[in-house]
């Protein structure tokens, strides 16, 4: 059995510090979140796994889908992971 990143519906990618300003829609000031909605921005992401209800309303409100536990443990069954 192969792993979501294996699989090629999950990639890992790194910010430079210097492209977030450490605020997210929101007021959200998490240093992951805010890197995590700058990635999604650049590299055209449909979609960001979150499963805090602020930072899903600062993905949101960035104009990207947010997927929450319950997607993303429904999306592995399918794939059967």
């Known amino acids: 059995m192969s792993g979501p990143v294996e699989a090629g519906w999950l990639r890992v990618e790194k910010v430079e510090d210097s492209k977030y300003d450490h605020t997210a829609p929101g007021g959200l000031r998490g240093e992951s979140e805010c890197k995590c909605i700058v990635l999604a ?17 600062a993905v949101e409100a960035s104009g990207i889908v947010a997927v929450g536990t319950w997607g993303l443990l429904v999306r592995a069954a399918v794939e059967r992971f």
């Open 41 to 57: 921005q650049e590299t055209g992401a449909r979609a960001v796994f979150t499963s805090c209800k602020k930072a899903r309303a």
